[in-house]
């Protein structure tokens, strides 16, 4: 019987009682209903890249997306749609539209996983987030039993988050997107990183192959692009969100540490302190961004870092990666993920928040 540990990225996890495979959307609906008829646990799983499972069996149905396919379904103005089945891998995605001279994804280029996850997670780099392009999801829902389309302002998308993880249940079957089609050049590089190793200023426009394979270089320096011979690979990615907090509680915290306030009109969006206009607009909450690296390592924990015993550790490349070194077990990432916790908490009084789902774990 196969594993979660074999369908994950972070390569543990146990055997279900039951494993569907879906390659088609009319297999992935059948299954999905007949998981729920039967009236047990149940999980749907993509690529796996953001998924900790327990070692244990899971007791229920665990259905496997594989679908394929992108198609073309219109346009308007300079926007090219596509609508992309969810078990489509989302880089295959990103390097396709890079290809065509579509911009929009390409900051995005490396992310493992499907693409039916991508508005889930409303997964977010080097200053990309799926939100800015997502048009609406094809969605069976749970309560209703009904196939729907969900469109994007609907979804709740927000700082690795949406309405799917607040508790509305069902599965994402595809995902429509509008991408602008500007002959390969890109969207404005808005992240300082990016800029410094493309050698633009933040707010330039380069031709997208340039964003993804710089993107892609800086990934690959930091563990973040699926290598089999690079145990600092066998990772969910980053381990824990970039917390959110009030300004009262970021005024506590070290002057060195980086921080970003939120624009009350796009959440996702950020601007470095002291780079504020003279008359800035209401503040959300008075909502300030951290950097969850820079809390761990000022907590002590330092790249390489493991329990003693334990299979599991902190990526040799980016403390914010908790890495299978090879034996790891579910309860070896969730011990070191504590133990991570319990340090920024002590030192900084600052919470950090898992971002993979935690199946038959907890922290």
């Known amino acids: 019987?196969?594993?979660?540990?074999?369908?994950?990225?972070?390569?543990?996890?146990?055997?279900?009682?039951?494993?569907?495979?879906?390659?088609?959307?009319?297999?992935?609906?059948?299954?999905?209903r007949e998981a729920w008829s039967l009236g047990d646990p149940w999980f749907v799983l993509g690529g796996g890249s953001n998924t900790v499972a327990s070692d244990e069996p899971f007791d229920g149905t665990v259905v496997h997306v594989a679908t394929r396919g992108v198609e073309r379904v219109g346009?308007?103005?300079?926007?090219?749609?596509?609508?992309?089945?969810?078990?489509?891998?989302?880089?295959?995605?990103?390097?396709?539209?890079?290809a065509e001279g579509l911009s929009g994804l390409e900051a995005l280029s490396g992310i493992p996983g499907s693409t039916g996850a991508s508005p889930i997670q409303n997964i977010g780099a080097y200053g990309q987030e799926v939100a800015t392009t997502v048009v609406a999801v094809d969605f069976l829902d749970e309560d209703s039993g009904e196939f729907v389309r969900i469109p994007a302002a609907n979804l709740g998308l927000g700082y690795r988050t949406s309405v799917f993880k607040k508790?509305?249940?069902?599965?994402?079957?595809?995902?429509?997107?509008?991408?602008?089609?500007?002959?390969?050049?890109?969207?404005?590089?808005?992240?300082?990183?990016?800029?410094?190793?493309?050698?633009?200023?933040?707010?330039?426009?380069?031709?997208?192959?340039?964003?993804?394979?710089?993107?892609?270089?800086?990934?690959?320096?930091?563990?973040?692009?699926?290598?089999?011979?690079?145990?600092?690979?066998?990772?969910?990615?980053?381990?824990?969100?970039?917390?959110?907090?009030?300004?009262?509680?970021?005024?506590?915290?070290?002057?060195?540490?980086?921080r970003w306030r939120l624009e009350p009109d796009a959440e996702p969006r950020v601007v470095p302190l002291g780079e504020e206009p003279a008359a800035p607009p209401p503040i959300r909450s008075g909502a300030v961004k951290l950097s969850a690296a820079w809390l761990i390592e000022h907590s002590g924990i330092e790249r390489g870092f493991r329990l003693p015993g334990s299979g599991a550790a902190i990526s040799s490349k980016h403390t914010l990666a908790i890495t299978n070194r090879g034996s790891a077990t579910g309860d070896d990432v969730v011990e070191l993920a504590r133990f991570v916790q319990q340090r920024v908490t002590a030192e900084f009084g600052v919470v950090l928040h898992p971002e993979p789902v935690l199946l038959g774990l907890s922290l």
């Not at 594993?3 to 959307?25: D, F, H, I, N, S």
């Not at 609508?83 to 396709?96: K, N, S």
């Not at 973040?224 to 917390?243: E, H, I, K, Q, W």
């Open 1 to 32: 019987m196969t594993t979660l540990a074999e369908l994950t990225t972070m390569q543990v996890g146990g055997e279900p009682a039951r494993l569907l495979e879906a390659t088609t959307t009319d297999e992935l609906l059948l299954a999905v």
């Open 75 to 98: 346009s308007d103005d300079d926007r090219v749609h596509l609508r992309v089945a969810a078990g489509e891998p989302w880089d295959d995605l990103v390097a396709a539209t890079v």
């Open 167 to 258: 508790g509305r249940r069902g599965v994402v079957t595809a995902v429509e997107f509008a991408l602008v089609d500007g002959g390969g050049v890109s969207e404005q590089v808005a992240y300082p990183q990016l800029a410094k190793a493309l050698g633009v200023d933040l707010g330039a426009r380069v031709s997208v192959a340039d964003v993804r394979s710089s993107v892609l270089a800086l990934r690959a320096a930091k563990g973040m692009v699926l290598d089999a011979a690079d145990r600092d690979t066998a990772s969910s990615g980053s381990f824990f969100t970039n917390p959110v907090v009030s300004r009262a509680v970021a005024a506590e915290l070290p002057s060195d540490a980086p």
